[in-house]
C-alpha cells in the first residue's frame, strides 16, 4: 500500500509561510519533522513489547497506586523538560520492585528525549548487553567486544534496564564499571532501572539472628564502588507499591 501524502506539503517535506514582512520563506513541514522523529526512535533499539510506553500512557491513577508513582513520573517530566542544558550529563536511576512500571517510564522519558529534544538515545537490557559481549568472545562470532560496546558508550542517551539482574562476577563488575565510568567520564545521560534496593532498609532491630539476613542490594550486584558512582552519575528515584502487572494487566484472552 502507497505512503500517503502529506496534504500540506504533498511529500516535499517542506512547507512555504509567509512572514509578516510579506516575504515567503521555505521551512521543514511538521510531517518531516515526524518521519526523523520515527526514524530516531526505530534507531533507539526499544524492544516492540514496550514501543507503545510513553510518558502520557504512564497509569499512576489506579486502585492503591502509590503516590511514589506520581512523584516519579513528575521527575521524568522534570528531567525531559531540562534536558540537556540543565541536567548537565546527569541522568536518572529507577529503583523499586518488579511491576512498578520502571522500564515504561524509562523507556517513556528515551521517547520523550528523542521526539521533543532531538536526542540520540539507546535501549539496552542489561543482562542482553552482557551475553552479547560474552558471545564476542566466541572465535566463530564476527564481531568484536569493542563492537558492541561502543554505542553504549556514544550513546546521547543510554537506557539500561534491569541493572544487577545478572549473577555478580568479577568480570561482571568489571564490565559494569567499564559502562558506567566511560559514560560518566564523557558526561553523557544514562537512565537505569533495576529491582534492587540502592540501599539496604535501616532494620528495626540490629541486633540478633535476624539482624544478619537482608536482601540484596544494587551494591551486592554490581559492586559497591560502582554504586557510588551511580550516586553522581544520577538522581535517584525511588517507586514502591504493588505489581501492576498482577494488579491491573494480567494476560488474558479477552
Not at 15 to 41: H, L, N
Not at 126 to 137: C, F, G, H, T
Not at 181 to 190: A, E, I, L
Request: proline share 4%; charged share 25%.
Amino acid at each position: 500500500m502507497p505512503e500517503e501524502l502529506c496534504p500540506i506539503c504533498e511529500g516535499a517535506g517542506l512547507r512555504v509561510v509567509e512572514r509578516a514582512d510579506g516575504t515567503r520563506v521555505a521551512q521543514p513541514c511538521a510531517c518531516r519533522v515526524e518521519r526523523r522523529s520515527a526514524r530516531m526512535i526505530e534507531r533507539a533499539h526499544i524492544p516492540q513489547r514496550y514501543a507503545h510506553c510513553t510518558l502520557d500512557e504512564y497509569v499512576t491513577n489506579f486502585a492503591g497506586a502509590s503516590r511514589s508513582l506520581g512523584s516519579a513520573l513528575v521527575q521524568a517530566r522534570s528531567f525531559v523538560k531540562a534536558y540537556p542544558f540543565e541536567t548537565n550529563g546527569n541522568g536518572l536511576l529507577l529503583t523499586g520492585s518488579i511491576g512498578v512500571g520502571k522500564t515504561h517510564l524509562a523507556v517513556g522519558m528515551l521517547q520523550a528525549l528523542v521526539a521533543e529534544r532531538g536526542a540520540k538515545g539507546l535501549f539496552f537490557d542489561y543482562r542482553d548487553l552482557l551475553k552479547q559481549v560474552q558471545n564476542s568472545y566466541n572465535r566463530n562470532v564476527d564481531v568484536t567486544e569493542l563492537e558492541i560496546l561502543q554505542p553504549v558508550f556514544e550513546a546521547e542517551v543510554l537506557v539500561l534496564d534491569e541493572l544487577g539482574a545478572s549473577k555478580p562476577t568479577d568480570w561482571v563488575w568489571d564490565t559494569v564499571a567499564h559502562i558506567l565510568n566511560t559514560r560518566y567520564n564523557d558526561r553523557r545521560t544514562t537512565i537505569i532501572t533495576t529491582n534492587y534496593a540502592n540501599m539496604p532498609p535501616l532494620a528495626a532491630d540490629s541486633s540478633g539472628p535476624r539482624a544478619a539476613v537482608r536482601e540484596e542490594t544494587l551494591g551486592d550486584r554490581i559492586g559497591e564502588r560502582m554504586r557510588s558512582r551511580l550516586q553522581e552519575m544520577c538522581v535517584v528515584v525511588e517507586m514502591s507499591g504493588e505489581d501492576f502487572r498482577q494488579k491491573v494487566k494480567r494476560a488474558s484472552f479477552a
